[in-house]
């Protein structure tokens, strides 16, 4: 995954930074790192979305 942002004409550095951060931001790159940061098996990853899911399912269901 590559980024690239160039420099417009007459734009401050830190606008060209804003942009640039917006565009990680939208790409989801730092959440990709984050989420690899550690190595998870498949059954792990598994197990731990299906204790998510339960969790929002949960969440989701008023008086009950």
Known sequence: MSLEVSIRE????DS??????R????NGVL??????RY????????????KKNARR???GKPGL
């Open 39 to 50: 190595f998870l098996s498949k059954r792990e990853a598994a197990r731990l979305k299906a």
């Open 10 to 13: 007459g734009e401050s550095q």
């Open 23 to 26: 565009s990680v931001q939208m």
């Open 57 to 59: 399912r949960q969440l």
């Open 16 to 21: 060209l930074l804003r942009r640039f951060q």
């Open 31 to 36: 959440r990709e790192v984050k989420s690899r």
